[in-house]
């Protein structure tokens, strides 16, 4: 009974209050043109949340192909995107104002009427049976009920059913309607209110429902989506009760009537009408890729992995992807359909998808990092193997980029490269020449092996022909073995290490960083591509020779604007000299033997790729590389303009050797994907070396 009384007495007490507001509201219009009793009115609407005029509400992120306009998918924790009022058919405005706050352009944020109205209901009937929110008052109660700054236990209490949420909701509405004309309430409305069937916002419940712009909502589809937002959980006609939705259409139909915005006979046709839905779901994450372009998925991998390494998006990386999926970025990538389809093409007269063994290949673009195509013949896809297979059909391992489970394939004698440079950079010219014999026993110590003579790695010449004087440019375009391993002993192994870290290649291995840190003096292995790594990491560090010097840290980016449309420095290519150009032209001009090429100053003579250069038609250069028994093959080639990598490997197990076979098959990779992406571009030449670099020691010394 004394609980009955209290209940009795609580609602009389906010009734009052309740009454006493609506009284305010009948003055607000008066105040505000006569000045009277301003302060009062400023206590009943001050304090307006900064979030109310400035919601913080979750919008999708969509990932672009590098033209801007293919879609690649998007991310998304709420699937909303904001929309212009102008935007949004004319019939829809009028719909969803019908149908939830028909006096919307008459009151001032709280209808008097309603509340009145609602007061005589919940004091005659007790409880909430009728809640008299307006449309301001109802955005008030989704941007406080979804703010993502606020504790789940905040938002909750910004929308649990109480008399003080509800005198809260009135007071911010009168402030809020000081701040904003009707239309900017009603189109910030419109892009928060949730439609039922996982779309927020009336552009995502357009596309949603009839895969459509919003702008082109029919009147029974416009009356349909303003029925949802009353009851979006069990009226969805895609997931709930279809009935209702078409009850709750009629509804707002015969509203319109009564508003005088639809005749009587055009509404009677759309209720005529039947559910004509059109669904489509919008895709999210990366295994949502198109399903015709599997593959793309990959690249779309390693994007959401570099977004999480991006300091600018937040303190971590579980705080960076979840600015990604509320952020509303646009985002324009480097993806280039065209260049991932000729990769793909070639890969895949390699090996075909269910293969054990995988052709990863990257593609990029030296002098702005920009990542072309990453492609290898599996379906990026989360669906199941066939017993026993791993990483095939399907995976969604990072097979060409590298990360997570994935450490890499050895790359063989294309990390010859790293030793030259360091050579030439410590004032060795390119004709530093040496006898270089069929087997040579170094001074670094090794564990045993076939390379191992007492103790000493000795490493052997794969032919007799390798052997005899060799300059850089014929050592490196036969890759002589022991040339290789005299010079990495002559310069020391500790900088051949760091030129390859300087030029970023990552030692995801722990055995290999161990080495890198802790063993590098005695590295020797290192210039014959013992070090795991992958396509990206070693067509980037050859597309460094390409950019004369010039470093760009791989990059998935083009452009980034933020929800409100304004650019994101972050994904801007990031590129710094790590070598002098004289250093950068040499090693390329050596580069161009083993590809069929011939030097500034004609010292090629013989190739491990000799028809390269004949097939493209252009000035190319680059370098093959077996790993031991042909464990592993790789082909890394570059002009000017692009620089591209493609490995033979099995990603599930290391010692099924590929076999040297394949090479052929790589070099046809490169070459294509080489001539497809620069057909019709001008073919450009490397600028030579100077003779000092080329035939003349500097005076700077080496470190034996």
């Known amino acids: 009974m004394i609980r009955v009384r209290l209940d009795k007495l609580f609602t009389v007490l906010i009734a009052g209050a309740l009454a006493g507001l609506a009284l305010a509201v009948v003055a607000l219009p008066a105040a505000l043109v006569y000045g009277v009793g301003a302060s009062q009115l400023a206590g009943l609407t001050g304090g307006l949340p900064d979030s109310l005029l400035t919601p ?4 999708r992120s969509t990932l672009y192909a590098k033209d801007g306009t293919t879609p690649i998918t998007s991310f998304y924790a709420e699937d909303r995107v904001d929309v212009p009022l102008a935007e949004v058919a004319p019939v829809m405005r009028q719909a969803i104002v019908a149908a939830e706050d028909v006096r919307f352009y008459q009151h001032h ?32 109660r989704n941007v406080l009920g979804t703010d993502p700054r606020l504790t789940e236990d905040q938002r909750a209490k910004a929308t649990e059913i109480t008399k003080a949420r509800k005198l809260k909701e009135m007071r911010y509405a009168l402030a809020l309607e000081q701040k904003l004309n009707k239309d900017e309430i009603l189109g910030r409305y419109l892009n928060i209110a949730y439609f039922g069937a996982g779309a927020y916002g009336v552009a995502a419940a357009s596309k949603r429902y009839f895969s459509k712009p919003p702008s082109e909502l029919t009147l029974a589809e416009a009356s349909l989506l303003a029925g949802l937002v009353q009851s979006p959980h069990t009226d969805d006609p895609i997931n709930g009760d279809a009935d209702a939705a078409l009850a709750r259409r009629a509804y707002v139909l015969d509203q319109l009537v009564k508003a005088g915005h639809v005749a009587p006979d055009a509404a009677a046709a759309a209720k005529a009408e039947q559910l004509a839905l059109k669904p489509s779901a919008t895709p999210n994450d990366c295994t949502a890729v198109p399903e015709q372009h599997q593959d793309w998925g990959f690249f779309c991998d390693w994007f959401s992995r570099w977004w999480s390494e991006q300091p600018a998006f937040g303190a971590n990386p579980d705080e960076r992807q979840r600015t990604l999926r509320r952020g509303g970025f646009r985002i324009v990538s480097s993806f280039d359909p065209a260049v991932q389809q000729s990769a793909m093409e070639q890969v895949l007269r390699t090996y075909d998808v269910d293969d054990r063994r995988a052709a990863p290949t990257a593609v990029v673009q030296p002098g702005t990092g920009r990542v072309l195509a990453l492609a ?22 990072q097979l060409v980029a590298g990360g997570g489970a994935i450490e890499g394939y050895q790359a063989g004698s294309t990390f010859k490269l790293f030793t030259m440079l360091a050579a030439l950079e410590a004032g060795l010219p390119l004709a530093t020449d040496f006898d270089a014999p069929g087997r040579l026993v170094t001074g670094y110590p090794t564990g045993g092996g076939p390379a191992s ?35 990495i002993e002559r310069v020391g192994a500790d900088r051949a290490v760091e030129m390859a870290q300087r030029l970023g290649i990552k030692f995801r291995s722990a055995s290999d960083a161990r080495l890198a840190r802790y063993g590098a003096k005695g590295w020797g292995p290192f210039t014959l591509g013992v070090s795991a790594t992958t396509p990206l990491d070693l067509a980037n560090a050859y597309a460094t020779l390409a950019a004369e010097g010039t470093y760009c840290a791989p990059t998935p980016i083009v452009s980034i604007t933020d929800g409100a449309g304004q650019p994101v420095a972050a994904g ?3 590129c710094r000299p790590v070598l002098d150009p004289e250093v950068a032209r040499a090693a390329t001009d050596a580069a161009r033997c083993p590809v069929g090429d011939q030097s500034m100053y004609r010292e090629c003579d013989g190739g491990t790729a000799p028809d390269l250069r004949e097939r493209l038609r252009r000035p190319v250069a680059g370098k093959t590389g077996s790993s031991e028994h042909n464990g592993t093959e790789t082909v890394v080639a570059f002009t000017p303009q692009l620089a591209v990598a493609s490995m033979a490997a099995n990603p599930d197990d290391p010692q099924d050797a590929v076999g040297g076979a394949v090479v052929s098959d790589l070099i046809d990779v490169v070459g294509r994907v080489l001539s497809d992406t620069l057909r019709g571009q001008p073919a450009r030449d490397f600028v030579p070396p100077s003779e000092s670099v080329a035939f003349r020691r500097t005076a700077e010394r080496t470190g034996n």
Do not use: H, I
């Open 453 to 487: 003579c007492d103790g000493r790695w000795c490493p052997s010449n794969a032919d007799p022909s390798m052997d005899g004087y060799r300059t850089m440019w014929d050592a490196f375009g036969r890759s002589v073995n022991t040339y290789f391993a005299w010079l």
């Open 572 to 574: 801007r290519p990031e």
């Open 109 to 140: 944020g709280v209808d008097v009427r309603g509340v009145l109205r609602a007061l005589t209901v919940n004091t005659r009937d007790g409880g909430n049976r009728q809640g008299a929110s307006t449309l301001t008052m109802q955005y008030v």
């Open 376 to 397: 290898v013949n599996r379906n990026y896809s989360v669906a199941a193997n066939p017993p026993g297979w791993k990483n095939r059909p399907n995976t969604v391992n």
């Open 56 to 59: 913080p509400t979750a919008q």
